[in-house]
Every structure is written in structure tokens, then in C-alpha cells.
T-cell receptor, first 113, second 113 residues
Framework: AQSVTQLDSQVPVFEEAPVELRCNYS??????LFWYVQYPNQGLQLLLK??????LVKGINGFEAEFNKSQTSFHLRKPSVHISDTAEYFC???????????FGEGTQLTVNP | DGGITQSPKYLFRKEGQNVTLSCEQN?????MYWYRQDPGQGLRLIYY???????QKGDIAEGYSVSREKKESFPLTVTSAQKNPTAFYLC????????????FGSGTRLTVV
């Protein structure tokens, strides 16, 4: 079985500052990793995913994430955030042999002017 | 365009009444899922179905029921046995290939009045 820990429940930042949302996972088998974003009163949308190959993954809206196998981490970064990035972000892990995902508890990113 | 449709967007229920939330997908996905979302508690799995006419309980199935008579549809009934039904409910589906991740609906907000 796998698990996901999002290390920060809330991250406040100022507009145009860089941000990192941290995600650690635990699994005994090969995994796929995902980041989703949820705006208020909406469903989750896929930001990016790591399947294999290059450990740096680029996604939509200028976000990127780095897979670190030795540290079992998949942190999400953006060099300069906008007010519109205010949302909840979920990290998820799934075994390569299946299709079910395990989600983290979520990180609320609030971008202040 | 393919996707998942949840209806209605907002739902009000009187205490003691059952209510059914609709989830329809045209993605030809085999697996479908229902999650409950409360503030600060992430996503909690209620039920999931990996194939027509079969479904399994998730972590918080008590007070809920589902059916999967068609591949496209996975309705969730919130029964009067659910003690605290006010929440945001999300439906998702997944392709058999795990690298696709989940596709989510836009959610239904249920309020007990």
C-alpha cells in the first residue's frame, strides 16, 4: 500500500514570490505521481504528472515538479505566483500496475497582493 | 468533448430524506469513484467501482449506497442514516492505464436544512 504526506496544510505567499509545495510518498513498488489543483467549488484538475524518465516535470500555468526517488519526494514549484494561483493543491500517488490513486490531505496556497 | 458530469451543482435536503447525486461519464472509463470533501479534511473515499455491476466500500461508506448498472453512470445515494451529510461530493473516473490519472467532475454541494 502507498501513502502520501503533504507537509504543509497552508502556504501563504506574496504575489510574484516563488513557492514550493512539498509532497512525500511511501510505496514498496514503482509509482506514478500527480499534482492536481482545485479552485473553490470546483473539481480537481490535473497540473502535471511524473511517469518515468526526466525527473523534472513541467505542467500547466508555469508549475513544475521534481521527482526525487532517494528522498521519495515530489515537490511542486513555481518561480513567480499570481493571485489566480490561489487554490488547493493535491499530491497523489498510484502504483504503475494499477489505476487507483492515493491522495494527500491537500495544501491551501493563498497568494496575497 | 469527453468528461464527467455531476448534477445538480447544489442540492438541499431535509433531515431524514434520502437524496441521489448523479455522475455520468462519456470517457469509456471502467473505474469510477465517489469522494467526500469537508474543509481541511482532504478527499475521503466513499465507494468505488472498477467494473459494471460491481463496487466496493471505501473508507467512509456508512450511510451511503451506490449502483453501477451502466458503465457510464455511478449514482450515489445519501441515506437518512448518514449523520452529517452536508459536504462537497466529487465523482471521478479513471482509465485502465494508471498513467492517465483521474478525471474529476465539478462536484455537488449538498446541504441539509
Amino acid at each position: 500500500a502507498q501513502s502520501v504526506t503533504q507537509l504543509d496544510s497552508q502556504v501563504p505567499v506574496f504575489e510574484e514570490a516563488p513557492v514550493e509545495l512539498r509532497c512525500n510518498y511511501s510505496s514498496s513498488v514503482s509509482v506514478y505521481l500527480f499534482w492536481y489543483v482545485q479552485y473553490p467549488n470546483q473539481g480537481l484538475q490535473l497540473l502535471l504528472k511524473y511517469l518515468s524518465g526526466s525527473t523534472l516535470v513541467k505542467g500547466i500555468n508555469g508549475f513544475e515538479a521534481e521527482f526525487n526517488k532517494s528522498q521519495t519526494s515530489f515537490h511542486l514549484r513555481k518561480p513567480s505566483v499570481h493571485i489566480s494561483d490561489t487554490a488547493e493543491y493535491f499530491c497523489a500517488v498510484g502504483e504503475t500496475s494499477g489505476s487507483r490513486l492515493t491522495f494527500g490531505e491537500g495544501t491551501q496556497l493563498t497568494v496575497n497582493p | 468533448d469527453g468528461g464527467i458530469t455531476q448534477s445538480p451543482k447544489y442540492l438541499f435536503r431535509k433531515e431524514g430524506q434520502n437524496v441521489t447525486l448523479s455522475c455520468e461519464q462519456n470517457l469509456n472509463h471502467d473505474a469510477m469513484y465517489w469522494y467526500r470533501q469537508d474543509p481541511g479534511q482532504g478527499l475521503r473515499l466513499i465507494y468505488y467501482s472498477q467494473i459494471v455491476n460491481d463496487f466496493q466500500k471505501g473508507d467512509i461508506a456508512e450511510g451511503y449506497s451506490v449502483s453501477r448498472e451502466k458503465k457510464e453512470s455511478f449514482p450515489l445515494t445519501v441515506t437518512s442514516a448518514q449523520k452529517n451529510p452536508t459536504a462537497f461530493y466529487l465523482c471521478a473516473s479513471s482509465h485502465p492505464r494508471g498513467d492517465y490519472g483521474y478525471t474529476f467532475g465539478s462536484g455537488t454541494r449538498l446541504t441539509v436544512v
